[in-house]
């Protein structure tokens, strides 16, 4: 059964770092491409940052810079570093794996707030 499970939200600062990650199980990660996505209260999911089964990155254009998608085959895990947090990256976090099928885990919880 496949299972998606994020971690690493919380309260920071503006300005601040956060990594998010992501554990997968339950099926072949190394083949899938996986993302993030958020979900700002009162607002529809968006896509953040993907990480293909070959490690290419992609990044929505307003968090080039800021966010760092990787990926540990190894491990199974996913990692969203996040710098120079603002208030409007307030979201809950959501893991997504990608090969003809989609998992999703229960999102994590991000809030930057002073």
């Known amino acids: 059964q496949a299972q998606l499970v994020e971690s690493g939200g919380g309260l920071v600062q503006p300005g601040g770092s956060l990594r998010l990650s992501c554990a997968a199980s339950?099926?072949?990660?190394?083949?899938?491409?996986m993302s993030w996505y958020r979900q700002a209260p009162g607002k529809e999911r968006e896509w953040v940052a993907e990480?293909?089964?070959?490690?290419?990155?992609d990044y929505a254009g307003s968090l080039k810079g800021r966010f760092t998608i990787s990926r540990d085959n190894a491990k199974k895990m996913v990692y969203l570093q996040m710098r120079s947090l603002k208030v409007e990256d307030t979201a809950i976090y959501y893991c997504n794996a990608q090969w003809g099928v989609n998992y999703w885990g229960k999102g994590t919880l991000v809030t930057v707030s002073s």
């Open positions: 339950g099926f072949t990660f190394s083949t899938y491409t």
């Open positions: 990480i293909t089964s070959g490690g290419r990155t």
